[in-house]
């Protein structure tokens, strides 16, 4: 690790301790003070948050998809296979869509099935005449969104139940002006999947019912806006975008950031909740990377004509050569 990017790991960790101790004690404080269940800024993140994970899901699908060729002695299997896998992540995208827009609607398999058709057939359309080498390259970066996917949900999922926190929003006090806040808890003392019904409000204001109750902590909003720093790796793979390198860390930050701060703002979670939903979604980011380019270092994979990747550090190809490369490619 360089001293630039140990520098960069330190001052996050601090920045995160620094929160957390503010959450340990105002927590509740902080959502008193600036819950609002009419923000259009809550509302709109509450839609928006989770989008980099479907999407994610996507174009992870559609670029594997490609990427499969007849010289793949499981071709025969592997292509039908992924085709379905596209369809599945546009049909499931359509319900995210469907669950976070419509309280109710007809025919809802209906809509799925033609929005995955449709949707999976676009997107094939529009990548039918894209570069094989460029596909390939880019399987590193959908198996780092599948990847990370699977085990930011699972974490999420398991925490949900362990703790079992109860939504500010379904407090008295996160639905009527000077309510009490019977059923809060802090949020290093989990209530391994134990409900107090009599602790439990409707969500008055913001006419949510009691089905996602105790599931506070931690935020799945703010770990699926994590995933979205998956592109960090396109640098290390396209040498054409590491002028821009700084921007793909940049970005993906204020996302994840505004979409944490709508989750308090929307009264759906506290500080602490989207501080460890934030650390698990852009953690496995990380972690997940590190180990994926150890992996195709060690069992040579850049190595191969197909995956001429620039995290071979036995290159003497310069940035701009490689870049030339790409271009014409």
């Known amino acids: 690790m360089t001293r630039k990017n140990l520098i960069a790991v330190i001052s996050v960790a601090v920045c995160f301790v620094a929160l ?6 105002y927590d509740l404080e902080i959502s008193l003070a600036i819950g609002n269940a009419d923000s259009v800024f809550g509302q709109f993140f509450n839609y928006l948050g989770e989008t980099p994970a479907y999407a994610g899901m996507c174009i992870a699908c559609v670029i594997l998809y490609r990427a499969v060729g007849k010289q793949n002695k499981f071709y025969k299997f592997l292509k039908p296979a992924l085709f379905v896998c596209v369809l599945v992540a546009f049909s499931w ?22 929005f995955g058709v449709v949707g999976a057939g676009l997107a094939l359309a529009a990548t039918r005449n894209a570069k094989k080498e460029t596909m390939e390259k880019l399987v590193i970066f959908a198996v780092l969104i599948l990847a990370c996917l699977a085990i930011s949900q699972f974490l999420v999922t398991v925490l949900k139940y362990i703790w079992s926190r109860q939504r500010f929003r379904n407090l008295q006090a996160g639905n009527t002006f000077g309510g009490d806040t019977v ?25 949510k019912d009691d ?14 806006a994590g995933i979205s720093f998956a592109v960090i790796i396109l640098p290390e793979l396209f040498a054409s975008l590491r002028k821009y390198k700084v921007w793909f860390y940049v970005l993906p930050s204020v996302y994840t950031v505004l979409v944490a701060l709508s989750r308090i ?26 180990i994926l380019k150890k992996m195709w270092l060690k ?8 995956l001429r990747i620039n995290l071979c550090p036995q290159s003497s190809e310069s940035d701009e050569q490689t870049a030339e490369k790409e271009e014409e490619l």
């Not at 976070?100 to 025919?107: A, G, R, T």
């Not at 069992?299 to 197909?306: F, L, P, T």
């Open 20 to 25: 957390l101790i503010v959450a340990t004690f």
């Open 211 to 224: 089905s996602g109750a105790y599931k506070s902590f931690p935020s799945g909003h703010t770990a699926a």
């Open 265 to 290: 703002v929307n009264r759906a979670h506290y500080l602490s909740d989207v501080l460890f939903g934030g650390l698990i979604g852009v953690g496995s980011i990380f972690l997940v990377s590190f």
């Open 93 to 114: 995208f359509a319900a995210f869509i469907m669950d976070e827009m419509f309280v109710e609607l007809k025919w809802s398999y209906l809509y799925m099935a033609v």
């Open 183 to 207: 059923g809060f808890s802090p949020w290093y003392l989990p209530q391994l999947g134990k409900h107090d019904p009599d602790a439990l409000y409707s969500d008055v204001l913001g006419g």
């Open 299 to 306: 069992y040579n994979w850049c190595g191969a004509d197909a």
